[in-house]
């Protein structure tokens, strides 16, 4: 298990997850959203290969739409 910080809170995650993983359990896969790691945005391209280390910060933006 590794410890990471989720829109700051902390969360335990199996080793070896990747964002997409993360996503997938969160139930986000296919919304719009961005992905920020460790202060650098993360491309939707590059959500299943970046696997996440122990103590990660990582902030979720879903976008919301509206008018």
Known sequence: MLQITLNGDRRS???G??????LEELELVGKRLAVERN????PKGLHASTVLAEGDALEI???VGGG
């Open 13 to 15: 995650l199996a080793s």
């Open 17 to 22: 997850s990747s964002v997409l993983n993360l």
């Open 39 to 42: 202060g650098e945005i993360v």
């Open 61 to 63: 933006v879903v976008a």
